[in-house]
């Protein structure tokens, strides 16, 4: 289990490896190797273009406003559509939540920014204002043109370029907007290509970054991977797999390699002499008194059921073996106990098919997941050590499954029960219809159908079966424990 946790944080952390590797440069119309710009410009009510930013060496967004965008923090959220742009940007604005979204042109540039703000009463997102970016031959913005919620036109900013760097990023612009007084203002950019060298950023674990933090983060995961498992993981490691080695050693010696306590004797046709007919009326006796009918289950038969029974008929077996008799009928007598012995002590799979099939896909996929990142022994293992140790482990012998069925003839498994319950939970979700009605009648256009609780219990009920498929070792090792230690 601590394994599976272990795959799903490695995953994880590879997702976030391929989430920090994105050139964040474009969407503050940034080019070339840029690691930090500070501009001059003044906060017309989106947060990108005027807070001061820092990059790693391949671009990602380190820092923004002086705020670490690496880690989950209070004040900034990030969200990234599927080509991993910043498409939308939560944060605290004083007392209020705000949001910008942001929208880009063929090109990869934002086109469009909506600023909205948190209605804190109606716990909704509500519209403030809208601005259009338009781009000149150069690739530099050449007006902003800023809506109100209502749709109408709040402001129109106008740009004109004048100092650029070698990257073709400009340094100053000035900027006019008449009707609030802008006229030829002039706006700068201080842009830098060296690494963060004050406030520098740090990742999850507080530890600070140097001159890449791309480079960092993968050196901190090539350092895990070399740096091999620690003391208590071996410990546990070796544990558990020891625990379910001996289980796989045991149980294949139990069912391949052990032999039966009894052979069947050879017939010599001999007449059976006082004392031996003596042991064959004993030894029949026994039997007969130790059986118990299955007519109840359909079967013209009676079998011993019980762990005492098997034992009455094994003793009177063992005297008559231990006799060395040679009369045709005491060998017959204790040669028919044998067989019936042995059969009724045939070990056949007592577990849950049902639970089987589920424990198979997760485990499966698990051990393909493992595979793939190439810990191909350790896959194979862990298939080995779950699915292998639930089919070993719940083989029963004949005579205990058949008495389980005597007493309880329409019994299900309790993997079985388990697994039945999370699909009638499942099935137990409800889909709520709203129905509109003027002057008693229907209007269809407004009716509306909620499945949002399909979807809700379709997820837990996925949660809780992979929970299931993951504790089929565990299920395995229980077994084994019942059917091969306490009641062998």
Same mark, same amino acid.
């Given at each position: 289990? !601590?394994?599976?946790?272990?795959?799903?944080?490695?995953?994880?952390?590879?997702?976030?490896?391929?989430?920090?590797?994105?050139?964040?440069?474009?969407?503050?119309?940034?080019?070339?190797? /840029?690691?930090?710009?500070?501009?001059?410009?003044?906060?017309?009510?989106?947060?990108?273009?005027?807070?001061?930013? =820092?990059?790693?060496?391949?671009?990602?967004?380190? @820092?923004?406003?002086?705020?670490?965008?690496?880690?989950?923090?209070?004040?900034?959220?990030?969200?990234?559509?599927?080509?991993?742009?910043?498409?939308?940007?939560?944060?605290? $604005?004083?007392?209020?939540? @705000?949001?910008?979204?942001?929208?880009?042109?063929?090109?990869?540039?934002?086109?469009?920014? !909506?600023?909205?703000?948190?209605?804190?009463?109606?716990?909704?997102?509500?519209?403030?204002?809208?601005?259009?970016?338009?781009?000149?031959?150069?690739?530099?913005?050449? !007006?902003?043109?800023?809506?109100? =919620?209502?749709?109408?036109?709040?402001?129109? %900013?106008?740009?004109?370029?004048?100092?650029?760097?070698?990257?073709?990023?400009?340094?100053?612009?000035?900027?006019?907007?008449?009707?609030?007084?802008?006229?030829?203002?002039?706006?700068? @950019?201080?842009?830098?290509?060296?690494?963060?060298?004050?406030?520098?950023?740090?990742?999850?674990?507080?530890?600070?970054?140097?001159?890449?933090?791309?480079?960092?983060?993968?050196? $901190?995961?090539?350092?895990?991977?070399?740096?091999?498992?620690?003391?208590?993981?071996?410990?546990?490691?070796?544990?558990?797999?020891?625990?379910?080695?001996?289980?796989?050693?045991?149980?294949?010696?139990?069912?391949?390699?052990?032999?039966?306590?009894?052979?069947?004797?050879? /017939?010599?046709?001999?007449?059976?002499?006082? =004392?031996?007919?003596?042991?064959?009326?004993?030894? %029949?006796?026994?039997?007969?008194?130790?059986?118990?009918?299955?007519?109840?289950?359909?079967?013209?038969?009676?079998?011993?059921?019980?762990?005492?029974?098997?034992?009455?008929?094994?003793?009177?077996? @063992?005297?008559?073996?231990?006799?060395?008799?040679?009369?045709?009928?005491?060998?017959?007598?204790?040669?028919?106990?044998?067989?019936?012995?042995?059969?009724?002590?045939?070990?056949?799979?007592?577990?849950?098919?049902?639970?089987? /099939?589920?424990?198979?896909?997760?485990?499966?996929?698990?051990?393909?997941?493992?595979?793939?990142?190439?810990?191909?022994?350790?896959?194979?293992?862990?298939?080995?050590?779950?699915?292998?140790?639930?089919?070993?482990?719940?083989?029963?012998?004949?005579?205990?499954?058949?008495?389980?069925?005597?007493?309880?003839?329409?019994?299900?498994?309790?993997?079985?029960?388990?697994?039945?319950?999370?699909?009638?939970?499942?099935?137990?979700?409800?889909? %709520?219809?709203?129905?509109?009605?003027?002057?008693?009648?229907?209007?269809? =256009?407004?009716?509306?159908?909620?499945?949002?609780?399909?979807?809700?219990?379709?997820?837990?009920?996925?949660?809780?079966?992979?929970?299931?498929?993951?504790?089929?070792?565990?299920?395995?090792?229980?077994?084994?424990?019942?059917?091969?230690?306490?009641?062998?």
């Amino acid at each position: 289990m !601590k394994h599976n946790i272990l795959i799903a944080a490695i995953l994880l952390f590879g997702a976030v490896l391929n989430l920090l590797a994105q050139d964040d440069r474009a969407t503050f119309d940034l080019k070339g190797d /840029v690691r930090q710009c500070i501009p001059s410009v003044p906060d017309n009510g989106f947060v990108l273009p005027s807070l001061r930013a =820092e990059f790693s060496e391949k671009g990602t967004l380190v @820092r923004l406003g002086g705020m670490d965008m690496t880690v989950e923090n209070g004040s900034y959220t990030v969200k990234r559509d599927a080509a991993k742009r910043i498409v939308r940007l939560e944060f605290s $604005a004083g007392d209020a939540d @705000r949001i910008n979204t942001f929208s880009y042109d063929g090109q990869g540039r934002i086109s469009e920014v !909506k600023d909205w703000y948190v209605n804190i009463d109606m716990d909704e997102e509500t519209l403030d204002s809208r601005m259009v970016r338009t781009y000149n031959a150069e690739g530099f913005p050449a !007006k902003e043109t800023y809506y109100n =919620e209502d749709g109408s036109e709040r402001a129109v %900013y106008t740009y004109s370029y004048g100092k650029t760097d070698a990257s073709g990023n400009w340094l100053t612009r000035t900027v006019s907007e008449p009707s609030q007084g802008i006229s030829g203002e002039t706006e700068t @950019r201080e842009l830098s290509v060296e690494a963060v060298t004050e406030e520098k950023a740090s990742d999850a674990t507080g530890k600070s970054l140097t001159s890449s933090y791309d480079d960092e983060l993968s050196a $901190a995961l090539s350092a895990k991977k070399s740096a091999g498992k620690s003391a208590g993981d071996w410990f546990w490691t070796l544990l558990w797999g020891a625990l379910f080695l001996s289980l796989f050693v045991h149980t294949i010696y139990v069912l391949y390699v052990k032999k039966p306590e009894f052979a069947v004797l050879p /017939v010599t046709g001999d007449a059976d002499t006082d =004392e031996e007919e003596r042991l064959a009326d004993m030894l %029949y006796s026994t039997v007969e008194s130790n059986v118990t009918s299955l007519q109840p289950v359909g079967v013209d038969d009676a079998i011993p059921t019980t762990r005492k029974q098997m034992e009455n008929i094994k003793d009177a077996m @063992r005297k008559v073996r231990d006799a060395s008799p040679r009369g045709a009928r005491v060998v017959e007598t204790y040669n028919t106990a044998v067989e019936m012995v042995a059969d009724c002590e045939r070990r056949v799979f007592a577990g849950s098919n049902m639970y089987r /099939v589920l424990g198979l896909v997760v485990v499966g996929v698990i051990a393909v997941l493992r595979i793939g990142d190439g810990s191909v022994l350790q896959g194979i293992a862990y298939f080995l050590f779950s699915f292998g140790a639930y089919w070993l482990g719940s083989r029963r012998q004949l005579y205990r499954v058949i008495a389980t069925g005597l007493r309880n003839p329409s019994g299900v498994k309790t993997t079985s029960s388990a697994i039945m319950a999370v699909f009638g939970f499942m099935a137990s979700s409800r889909t %709520y219809i709203t129905q509109y009605y003027q002057n008693g009648r229907e209007i269809p =256009e407004l009716r509306d159908e909620d499945n949002s609780e399909h979807v809700m219990f379709g997820v837990l009920g996925f949660i809780a079966l992979v929970a299931l498929g993951l504790f089929m070792p565990f299920v395995g090792l229980f077994n084994y424990l019942r059917f091969y230690v306490i009641g062998r």
